[in-house]
């Protein structure tokens, strides 16, 4: 498995959707590779490097090939690896949102507020809470003139399908 | 269905020896991009003969292509389409079979319908396929005779459109003259329109679906192409020879520019743009191939390597690119402050290596041909041409603009750059109903 090859694989498993939705054939987007140098300047290289690893070692012990595989290496890289847990939330905000999250910590009630940096224009078009809503982003859409008298399709077609 | 699961059954010959010559040690026949790229390969191998026929669709050789293996495919659809349709064209309009291009003579478009023979006043019925059509009041006895057009047997052009989409401005040139344009339809089109009376609003409105042009294609039935062609004067110190002319009709549109009055002159023009866009079998979103006089303008960060430009004025540290001429906005105007045109999205490589080879295909016809001095900037197409959430067909490249009929929505900004399935996906006809990527059905009344 190449890193980008892993990394689609976590990625699978952080966000639910598949991998023609995250890495389609032909990617025309392409935002999987912008997110991968997001996650390593974030969070550093090293990190990321030992993240990745962990993935792979631990794919290699899971068995059967079913549809949540990927979720179920996640899991087991947390019980594994609990200080993963943070930065890999990071990303999963950074596939959702397009943006990248800061946390800070905070004696509130809430322990703390969450500020987003949006990546750029494109990652934003791209976050997945898009599909997730059966929707579009604000000021940009795929859909054709009157689309909204019509039902969406279903949710399995937005995390399976590129847009 | 995409073109990943679009298999050719054979890969042509040179291809195949490429291949077979890889792998003759292991036994393992790889595929052929895991070696080369697809314009590798094209680069070893000779380029399809110049042809007047129009390819029905793009031929993917390769098996198992990436995504630069496609849009290589699509470019070579692009060049093969852009010989065809300008073929010289013989006095019935079809292609003179008899001779090569290369001359500068009446092309095979040409002859198309104009947009403004098809949407008539009062929503009326256009006349037959072949038959011409009286030019505007205005050009009445401003001359018939036109080189190019006596010998196809049809009135002259008409170039009745100053403006560039989104009334974002129009294109002036360095002799200070505004650029005009035209859209032309193939007969398949033009029948589909007339059989479903889609040139009046009534028409439309008794319809009552979205228009589709979809059509079986044979090799006598290409299926509906449109051809947006952009033209600018001949005068100053342009070299008529590096470009394709015609005498046409210019004509300024009162209807397009507030305050100004209809004129009309005959006129020599120069082709410098032209979108050829192609509803193919397996493209339902067309397939939308855009040229350049290879004149035009520089590419942003590149060395401006023309000795002067159409569009552009070298060392000119005052002048705003891609900035349109302040209003009004009058093609009446003796003269207008030329607009400096950079092409803000370059051409690949790839691209640029297939321009080379058909610029000097090209040339091998006929040393002097004018299309030598054309160029493919690139071709959209839909890499998931059925995708349920997408109904643009996710198109690759994302963003597509030729210089010369798009030259102030440049740009990869979502929404706001030139994206031809993009914009297109989102027309209607005049009752509201999607119109099948063409805005042409909004022209009728």
């Given at each position: 498995?190449?890193?980008?090859?892993?990394?689609?694989?976590?990625?699978?498993?952080?966000?639910?959707?598949?991998?023609?939705?995250?890495?389609?054939?032909?990617?025309?987007?392409?935002?999987?590779?912008?997110?991968?140098?997001?996650?390593?300047?974030?969070?550093?290289?090293?990190?990321?490097?030992?993240?990745?690893?962990?993935?792979?070692?631990?794919?290699?012990?899971?068995?059967?090939?079913?549809?949540?595989?990927?979720?179920?290496?996640?899991?087991?890289?947390?019980?594994?690896?609990?200080?993963?847990?943070?930065?890999?939330?990071?990303?999963?905000?950074?596939?959702?949102?397009?943006?990248?999250?800061?946390?800070?910590?905070?004696?509130?009630?809430?322990?703390?507020?969450?500020?987003?940096?949006?990546?750029?224009?494109?990652?934003?078009?791209?976050?997945?809470?898009?599909?997730?809503?059966?929707?579009?982003?604000?000021?940009?859409?795929?859909?054709?003139?009157?689309?909204?008298?019509?039902?969406?399709?279903?949710?399995?077609?937005?995390?399976?399908?590129?847009? | 269905?995409?073109?990943?699961?679009?298999?050719?059954?054979?890969?042509?010959?040179?291809?195949?020896?490429?291949?077979?010559?890889?792998?003759?040690?292991?036994?393992?026949?790889?595929?052929?991009?895991?070696?080369?790229?697809?314009?590798?390969?094209?680069?070893?191998?000779?380029?399809?003969?110049?042809?007047?026929?129009?390819?029905?669709?793009?031929?993917?050789?390769?098996?198992?292509?990436?995504?630069?293996?496609?849009?290589?495919?699509?470019?070579?659809?692009?060049?093969?389409?852009?010989?065809?349709?300008?073929?010289?064209?013989?006095?019935?309009?079809?292609?003179?079979?008899?001779?090569?291009?290369?001359?500068?003579?009446?092309?095979?478009?040409?002859?198309?319908?104009?947009?403004?023979?098809?949407?008539?006043?009062?929503?009326?019925?256009?006349?037959?396929?072949?038959?011409?059509?009286?030019?505007?009041?205005?050009?009445?006895?401003?001359?018939?005779?036109?080189?190019?057009?006596?010998?196809?047997?049809?009135?002259?052009?008409?170039?009745?459109?100053?403006?560039?989409?989104?009334?974002?401005?129009?294109?002036?040139d360095q002799n200070g003259q505004?650029?005009?344009?035209?859209?032309?339809?193939?007969?398949?089109?033009?029948?589909?329109?007339?059989?479903?009376?889609?040139?009046?609003?009534?028409?439309?409105?008794?319809?009552?679906?979205?228009?589709?042009?979809?059509?079986?294609?044979?090799?006598?039935?290409?299926?509906?192409?449109?051809?947006?062609?952009?033209?600018k004067v001949m005068g100053g110190n342009d070299d008529t020879?590096?470009?394709?002319?015609?005498?046409?009709?210019?004509?300024?549109?009162?209807?397009?520019?507030?305050?100004?009055?209809?004129?009309?002159?005959?006129q020599t023009m120069g082709?410098?743009?032209?979108?050829?866009?192609?509803?193919?079998?397996?493209?339902?979103?067309?397939?939308?191939?855009?040229?350049?006089?290879?004149?035009?303008?520089?590419?942003?960060?590149?060395?401006?390597?023309?000795?002067?430009?159409?569009?552009?004025?070298?060392?000119?540290?005052?002048?705003?690119?891609?900035?349109?001429?302040?209003?009004?906005?009058?093609?009446?105007?003796s003269y207008?402050?030329?607009?400096?045109?950079?092409?803000?999205?370059?051409?690949?490589?790839?691209?640029?290596?297939?321009?080379?080879?058909?610029?000097?295909?090209?040339?091998?016809?006929?040393?002097?041909?004018?299309?030598?001095?054309?160029?493919?900037?690139?071709?959209?197409?839909?890499?998931?041409?059925?995708?349920?959430?997408?109904?643009?067909?996710?198109?690759?490249?994302?963003?597509?603009?030729?210089?010369?009929?798009?030259?102030?929505?440049?740009?990869?900004?979502?929404?706001?750059?030139?994206?031809?399935?993009?914009?297109?996906?989102?027309?209607?006809?005049?009752?509201?109903?999607?119109?099948?990527?063409?805005?042409?059905?909004?022209?009728?009344?």
């Open positions: 498995m190449t890193p980008m090859d892993t990394f689609i694989s976590l990625s699978i498993g952080l966000t639910g959707f598949k991998r023609g939705a995250l890495a389609p054939d032909d990617d025309t987007h392409d935002i999987k590779s912008l997110y991968l140098k997001t996650f390593a300047e974030r969070v550093t290289q090293a990190t990321v490097d030992d993240i990745l690893l962990w993935y792979r070692l631990i794919d290699k012990r899971v068995l059967g090939n079913t549809p949540d595989r990927e979720e179920r290496v996640v899991t087991v890289l947390f019980a594994d690896k609990p200080e993963y847990e943070l930065p890999c939330r990071k990303l999963l905000f950074l596939w959702y949102a397009g943006a990248w999250p800061t946390v800070v910590d905070t004696p509130a009630s809430t322990h703390g507020q969450t500020f987003s940096e949006v990546i750029s224009a494109e990652s934003y078009t791209q976050g997945l809470v898009w599909r997730v809503m059966q929707s579009h982003p604000m000021g940009s859409t795929t859909y054709n003139y009157g689309y909204w008298a019509n039902p969406p399709p279903p949710l399995s077609a937005y995390l399976e399908n590129p847009v | 269905m995409t073109y990943r699961y679009r298999r050719s059954l054979m890969l042509s010959a040179s291809a195949a020896l490429i291949a077979l010559g890889g792998c003759a040690d292991s036994g393992v026949k790889p595929e052929p991009h895991d070696k080369l790229t697809r314009a590798d390969i094209r680069s070893q191998a000779a380029l399809p003969s110049l042809s007047w026929q129009i390819p029905l669709d793009v031929d993917v050789t390769q098996g198992n292509p990436n995504l630069q293996d496609l849009q290589d495919d699509f470019d070579l659809l692009s060049w093969q389409t852009f010989v065809a349709v300008n073929w010289p064209a013989g006095t019935n309009g079809n292609p003179n079979t008899g001779t090569t291009i290369g001359a500068n003579l009446p092309t095979v478009w040409e002859s198309w319908k104009e947009s403004r023979e098809v949407f008539l006043p009062g929503g009326a019925a256009p006349p037959a396929w072949g038959t011409d059509s009286p030019p505007p009041e205005v050009c009445k006895g401003m001359g018939d005779g036109t080189l190019n057009l006596t010998q196809v047997g049809k009135t002259p052009n008409v170039l009745d459109e100053s403006a560039e989409p989104f009334e974002t401005g129009p294109l002036i505004y650029v005009r344009f035209a859209i032309m339809m193939n007969q398949d089109m033009f029948d589909r329109i007339v059989s479903d009376q889609l040139y009046s609003k009534a028409g439309q409105a008794a319809f009552n679906k979205p228009a589709d042009f979809a059509q079986k294609q044979t090799p006598s039935n290409v299926g509906a192409i449109m051809i947006k062609s952009s033209w020879s590096r470009f394709h002319t015609i005498k046409a009709l210019v004509y300024t549109n009162p209807g397009e520019h507030e305050g100004v009055s209809a004129s009309c002159k005959l082709l410098v743009g032209l979108h050829i866009v192609h509803k193919t079998k397996h493209a339902p979103q067309w397939v939308w191939s855009t040229f350049e006089h290879v004149d035009n303008a520089p590419s942003l960060g590149e060395p401006q390597s023309k000795p002067s430009y159409n569009f552009f004025k070298k060392n000119c540290t005052a002048c705003l690119a891609n900035e349109p001429p302040p209003r009004p906005w009058n093609p009446n105007a207008t402050q030329p607009t400096q045109v950079v092409r803000e999205i370059p051409l690949t490589d790839a691209t640029q290596k297939l321009n080379a080879q058909y610029q000097a295909l090209l040339r091998s016809a006929n040393a002097n041909s004018v299309w030598a001095n054309y160029e493919l900037i690139s071709t959209q197409w839909p890499t998931k041409a059925n995708n349920p959430i997408d109904p643009s067909g996710t198109p690759a490249p994302v963003f597509l603009a030729n210089a010369t009929l798009e030259t102030y929505i440049q740009g990869k900004t979502s929404q706001g750059s030139s994206s031809c399935m993009g914009c297109h996906n989102n027309a209607t006809m005049t009752n509201g109903m999607t119109s099948d990527f063409t805005y042409l059905l909004q022209r009728a009344q």
